[in-house]
């Protein structure tokens, strides 16, 4: 994704190493598709002029379904779309804990197991299978819902990033640690340099994003008048894209979280934001219920928009994003699962390979709460962490109905960390 300076009201909806970023502007009434950590080799596609004013502009998940399409007609070998349209891996399926008995049966009538792992710090057995040859998925999907009643089946559903300090006293380092679910992160850029990072994913390799270096740069970074929220912590980095266009799949994020568990890593940001899965949707309660804290992005799907995941699960943090006005962004989600507001625009992030950028997006707004948060949770603790939440509340800036609401949360937080672009180095 590339994440462009925000001189004008963008609205940015971000799909790294599966779709481009879309930016639209008021001013140029139009929606593009610049390069960035998008599928590798493909054109910039573009979308028609939409000549309304922002507040006016066509349902916002309308543009993520358009950009679906487009990613499923350049990758049609490896992409297809749900029942409800939303993108999979092509002829894959999810069989969370079945039976033996229910996977020989599926073995004789044609299913090819190619994927098998116990995540036992999630509770669950995850079995990804191939189809047999002509059945499609979603008829596959019913033919083993047959063979184990008792074991949940769903589609490889893929997530996608959501968006367009003070210092740390001395000694601190590696005290505090947080985890970063999303792409690859550039550890060789001047904000990162020094950080502490463990790395997860893509067999070892660094497949540096724009996405995941500004997520990782709000949460550790320190360079000269740029600091992120927790610039001593220890960042736990886990790529669940690796440059691929099918990357960031729900076994993916789910592998993720369970490294996470494996790693003790308290508060975990996931900046990426997809459909209901039953494998995900799992994986997250497993982890809240081992006291971690999951943060997660609400969305730019638009304040209409249906509830977008893993923020919309119970007991995960969800954060929508506000302007230096603090106004909530107009494309952001709103709904229950918003739980606070952060800074959301003209935010000071670091770019892959060189210089700072302007992001935009309830992705790095996220990051503000979740390096709140791990300042305070060092280790998984349900009762610790649900402690920590209410503080973080109870200092929160009541920004819309008295309490919490649906647009605002509890409000804003981490309005102090946020460090403006014009104060860094050119873009």
């Not at 550890?187 to 990072?197: D, F, M, Q, R, T």
């Not at 709140?372 to 939440?389: G, K, S, T």
């Amino acid at each position: 994704m590339n994440i462009a300076r925000a001189a004008h009201p963008w609205i940015r909806r971000c799909a790294a190493g599966a779709l481009a970023c879309v930016l639209a502007s008021a001013a140029h009434a139009q929606v593009r598709l610049p390069g960035g950590i998008g599928v590798p080799g493909l054109p910039r596609p573009t979308i028609p002029q939409l000549p309304q004013p922002v507040q006016q502009l066509v349902p916002l998940q309308d543009l993520r379904a358009t950009l679906t399409r487009d990613l499923i007609a350049r990758n049609p070998q490896r992409i297809e779309a749900d029942p409800a349209g939303e993108p999979i891996r092509r002829a894959e399926l999810l069989w969370l804990s079945p039976s033996a008995a229910a996977v020989q049966a599926a073995r004789a009538q044609g299913f090819v197991v190619l994927r098998e792992e116990n995540l036992a710090e999630l509770d669950v057995r995850e079995v990804v299978l191939r189809p047999p040859p002509g059945l499609p998925t979603a008829a596959a999907a019913q033919q083993l819902r047959a063979l184990d009643a008792q074991a949940a089946v769903d589609f490889n559903h893929l997530y996608t990033p959501s968006g367009d300090a003070g210092a740390v006293p001395a000694g601190t380092a590696g005290a505090r640690r947080v985890g970063l679910i999303d792409a690859g992160v550039d550890a060789a850029h001047p904000a990162l340099h020094a950080a502490s990072i463990q790395r997860w994913g893509c067999d070892g390799k660094t497949v540096a994003s724009e996405h995941g270096t500004a997520i990782a740069s709000i949460l550790v970074g320190n360079d000269g008048p740029f600091r992120g929220v927790q610039p001593a912590a220890t960042l736990h980095a886990a790529d669940v894209y690796c440059g691929e266009p099918a990357g960031g799949a729900a076994e993916d994020v789910a592998r993720a979280l369970a490294w996470m568990a494996r790693e003790r890593v308290a508060v975990v940001n996931v900046s990426l934001v997809g459909p209901a899965n039953r494998l995900l949707e799992r994986a997250v309660a497993a982890l809240v219920k081992r006291g971690h804290v999951v943060v997660a992005a609400v969305g730019n799907d638009g304040p209409a928009a249906p509830p977008l995941y893993p923020a919309s699960y119970p007991g995960v943090v969800g954060v929508t994003g506000v302007t230096p006005a603090r106004r909530v962004l107009p494309e952001a989600a709103q709904g229950p699962q918003v739980m606070f507001a952060a800074p959301g625009a003209e935010i000071g992030a670091a770019r892959r390979g060189w210089g700072y950028t302007s992001a935009r997006g309830t992705s790095f707004a996220a990051p503000f709460v979740a390096g709140l948060l791990a300042d305070a949770l060092n280790e998984p603790d349900p009762q610790a962490a649900a402690a920590v939440i209410a503080r973080l509340a109870a200092t929160a800036i009541d920004l819309g109905e008295r309490g919490r609401d649906p647009v605002y949360g509890f409000g804003l937080v981490g309005e102090g960390a946020r460090v403006s672009p014009g104060r860094l180095p050119a873009h």
